[in-house]
């Protein structure tokens, strides 16, 4: 296996030629992954599967499928995205011309998470192909079976010295390859190691885009349809057994509805993945945890909530065969107060706290005095009261009346804001990450500069400047 450093050099010396590549040459090097991809995704089934008993239908739902859309779109669009853009007229500079042209970075690093470990490894490398990078890309060690896919995956593709995958433990490696001249890093994951990626990033001057999480809450208003929204609420935060970055974190729900919302969500719960104990243990539909110290995270969260004055609504059984299994049970708390534990960090599993709210204002101020989430979704009906939750808080996305469908439109960004992330991607907006807007003008043939440069003359130069100062009120609204 090369060096990290042999692989680095090597992309150094080919950066170039693959910043020059055309449109078409990007899209066929798409092509081809997307033919890799879909001839070999059953090895990713087969992976995912041993890693944390995620199911085909899941995985193909919430990894390959977009996974695929996202190089269909760039397919369709990369010729678009590529030509230059032209500035506006500027009337100090009639004759000449501005445009932004957009060019590759150069050489990118892509760390990505567990979680989803197929979506969120090749969806960035694919906006890093499109904008015409070079990339090395680090899985996470947590899925080792899929990460070996991976690697074998983009072997199969690309030559090293276009795209690489580098493995390892993420602090030992991931420091490491944060000590390269890298142009940007993209990194997914927790805010705690974002910040520590970006802090190493400033050191070598690298753009970065944090995709990270947080604690994103749902609204009930008063007016919502609760089976409806039971039984989205049940999907969103059981899919993929909560570990997923915009899963709902916590509710916040009238204190009228809560009994029969908390009821209608154990209920889609029990239809979608059994109505024992027993057969949601053993449920082939139920993803399991990434490894046994995160499982035993989630009981220890329950047991806090519990100790403190939270009610056991629904499951919450763990016993040490689960936790041997990684597995944690879909579990609901009422009567969950912010002081427990379970509301101080993102929860990253199937556990759902329902705090009762009075009044819309207080469900807002709750919001307003934590940091910003990745998500926050709203089920209701009355208008005036979505608008106020939507201007009244901040949020890197928003969903109204359903959960994490908001990261499948590929015409508007995803990403973070404050502590949940920095930069966008998705689509165009992931071309744009990876690439520089290059602002070009060429002077036109006549240069009105000219009446400008040195020697000022003092008289002259007052009375050039009173002329420029009434034309530009005059036709264009403004004084400079």
Known sequence: MDSIAEIFELQGKNRWTVA???????????????????????????????????????????????????????????????????????????????????????????????????????????????????????????????????????????????????QGAGAEIGDRLLELPFDHVFFTGSPKVGAHVAELAAKIHAGVTLELGGKSPVVVLRDAKIDDAAKKIAWGKCLNAGQTCIAPDYLLCPQSLVQSLAAAIQKNIQKMYGDSDAERRHSENFVHIVDRKAAERHKALVDDALSRGATLFFGGDFSAEDLENRYSPATILTDVTAEMDIMKSEIFGPI?????????????????????????????????????IVSGTSSGSTCINHCILQIENLSVPFGGVGMSGTGNYHGFYGFKTFSHERNIMEQGGFDSMNVFYPPYHGREDKGLRAKIQRFAKKFLGFKP
């Open 20 to 166: 020059r590549t055309t449109a078409k040459e990007r899209t066929e090097k798409l092509l081809r992954l997307r033919k890799a991809i879909v001839k070999r995704q059953q090895e990713f089934y087969d992976a995912v599967w041993q890693d944390f008993h995620k199911p085909k239908t899941e995985a193909w739902l919430s990894e390959v499928f977009p996974t695929l859309q996202e190089i269909d779109y760039a397919i369709n669009h990369l010729p678009e995205w590529m030509e230059d853009k032209d500035g506006s007229w500027s009337f100090i500079f009639p004759l000449n011309r501005s445009r932004i042209h957009f060019e590759p970075k150069g050489r990118v690093l892509i760390m990505s998470p567990w979680n989803y470990p197929f979506l969120l490894f090749i969806s960035p490398i694919v906006a890093a192909i499109a904008a015409g990078n070079v990339v090395i890309a680090k899985p996470s060690h947590k899925t080792p079976r899929v990460s070996d896919f991976l690697e074998s995956l983009i072997e199969s593709v690309f030559d090293k010295s276009e795209i690489a995958v580098v």
């Open 352 to 388: 759902l706290p329902i705090l009762a709210y009075e009044s819309l204002d207080d469900a807002i101020g709750f919001i307003q005095a934590r940091p910003k989430p990745l998500a926050l979704y709203v089920f209701g009906k009355n208008q005036k009261q979505i608008d106020a």
